[in-house]
């Protein structure tokens, strides 16, 4: 059982940047996958951006040149630095992980406000 922890999430104002931070409660040399999603209300959980034991890299479309996210092995912590915020990246953000084949864990989620 994988735990994880978000932080790092607020208020910004539009333009802005955060941080995004996911300690996992164990090694993450041996998770295949992290990565973060969204989910604004009224709308379907969506990927933000993903990571792999061996550093490929997915983002959405709306999310690329603005958003980057890392993962820290040492410190079994991964990250999503955000820049450019906009409103529309409101939404409460979850981090997840996946050891292959079929083991999903999902943190509590921290909560991405963007307004001015």
């Known amino acids: 059982q994988v735990q994880l922890v978000e932080s790092g999430g607020g208020l910004v104002q539009p333009g802005g940047s955060l941080r995004l931070s996911c300690a996992a409660s164990?090694?993450?040399?041996?998770?295949?996958?992290m990565g973060w999603y969204r989910q604004a209300p009224g709308k379907q959980r969506e990927l933000v951006a993903r990571i792999t034991s061996g550093g490929t890299i997915t983002y959405a479309d709306s999310v690329k040149g603005r958003f980057t996210i890392s993962r820290d092995n040492a410190e079994n912590t991964m990250y999503l630095q955000m820049n450019t915020l906009k409103p529309e990246d409101t939404a409460v953000y979850y981090c997840?992980?996946?050891?292959?084949?079929?083991?999903?864990?999902w943190g509590q989620g921290t909560q991405v406000t963007v307004s001015s």
């Open positions: 164990e090694s993450i040399t041996s998770i295949d996958y």
């Open positions: 997840h992980a996946l050891l292959l084949p079929y083991r999903n864990y």
